[in-house]
DNA sequence: CTATGCCTAACGAACGTTAGTTAGTATATC
DNA sequence: GATATACTAACTAACGTTCGTTAGGCATAG
């Protein structure tokens, strides 16, 4: 009896059970949807993982691990203060936008994790582009609350792309304004010279 | 056989549902564990709902019913567009920093919500007060996009509160920054003069 | 030959849900 | 005023399903 032989590494795995994480949630996917979307059974998850909290860890983890790098590169450019936002507002949208399961996610985190967790994801993916934030902000406005500053940066592009679905719903509404291009316009110029700076 | 006569209603039964639902998510919480916080046996809960998802729609719509009134308030103070604005991003954010509960129903909604769902939330919660909002933008600034303006308010202010858990473990980070009125002075000048508003 | 990766089979627990029953209460009839 | 009727909200018991997890066997790769 000939069974095909396609054997999973433990990386393979994660990464197809990183979209189903992003998608409903811990308690939303079962060890046997993610078998099923593996192509194996789930006691076979078991020869990777010894429980579903460590195999959903190493996910979160994985689905982390690579954006640390990718928001530093973000924040390497050169010129002047407000050119440098510019572009970071702009990278940061595009980034974002285009990763919709990494907002899930550290959405879910930020709902559902433990101290723990949120420590780890702190210190391992935010912090260095984070502090990288804080220095942009103090050579724009010296002596600011860096930290706020970088909150707010981020919470206006994040906002606009975690409410598009209801947003759509809600008075004023354009496909438009789910392009990077126009919230990244949006923002930097509302962080540059306030809400003023959205005059047309 | 005495048995205790302690009637529920079908709207405390909500009410006890709702902080479940709002920690844990719909798949998060068992009708066993609703029937445990009320006191009464899981198949006692289908004398009131013909099943979970509809619990769950009632709960929802009636955690959200009470807020619409309340944001309509909100946004009824008199003066220049300049002191409403401030009065408004206040008491908004004092509002929500009071309701963790709410914060965590609404973003779960933008995770998991159907079309339909969202789009009742939208009409029924957010469309008078985002109304109320679209006007202050256009006074403030008359001709902007009225639209990305709202969104970008409510976002600096829940965005704030939402990363609390985490912030703890970011550079700078202060309990200070948990407080309403940081959150809001910091918001309010930010809108009004851009970043260069955040300076000492 | 050993280790690995997958399988089938099964476990106990918990899940949402249904059926049938009981106690209390309000309403209508005699 | 007593009796019958109907309704409400709870109960116990169980249904079939799915959950996370374990045990044991078979095949393939090194």
Redesign the interface.
């Known amino acids: 009896m000939m069974r095909p032989v396609i054997q999973k590494t433990t990386e393979e795995i994660l990464d197809l059970a990183i979209p189903l994480f992003a998608q409903?949630?811990?308690?939303?996917v079962s060890m046997r949807n993610i078998a099923d979307v593996v192509g194996i059974k789930a006691a076979s998850l078991y020869h990777h993982f010894p429980d579903k909290q460590t195999l959903y860890i190493q996910a979160m983890a994985r689905a982390f691990e690579d954006k640390a790098q990718g928001f530093s590169t973000v924040l390497t450019v050169t010129g002047t203060p407000e050119k440098r936002l510019a572009g970071f507002v702009q990278m940061f949208t595009t980034l974002m936008s285009k990763d919709p399961e990494f907002r899930?996610l550290l959405?879910?985190?930020?709902?559902?994790?433990d101290e723990v967790r949120?420590?780890q994801?702190?210190?391992e993916v935010?912090?260095e582009p984070?502090?990288a934030m804080?220095s942009l902000?103090e050579e724009?406005?010296?002596?600011?609350?860096?930290?706020?500053?970088?909150?707010?940066i981020?919470?206006?592009i994040?906002?606009?792309l975690?409410?598009a679905?209801?947003?759509?719903?809600?008075?004023?509404?354009?496909t438009r304004?789910n392009k990077p291009d126009?919230?990244s316009r949006?923002?930097t110029s509302?962080?540059?010279?306030?809400?003023?700076?959205?005059?047309?």
């Open positions: 409903s949630g811990y308690t939303g899930a959405q879910r985190e930020l709902l559902d994790g949120l420590k994801l702190a210190r935010f912090h984070f502090i804080e902000a724009l406005v010296p002596g600011c609350d860096t930290h706020m500053v970088a909150i707010s981020a919470s206006l994040l906002y606009h975690e409410t679905p209801i947003r759509r719903y809600l008075p004023g509404g354009k304004h126009v919230i949006h923002v509302l962080l540059l010279h306030g809400l003023k700076g959205c005059r047309k």
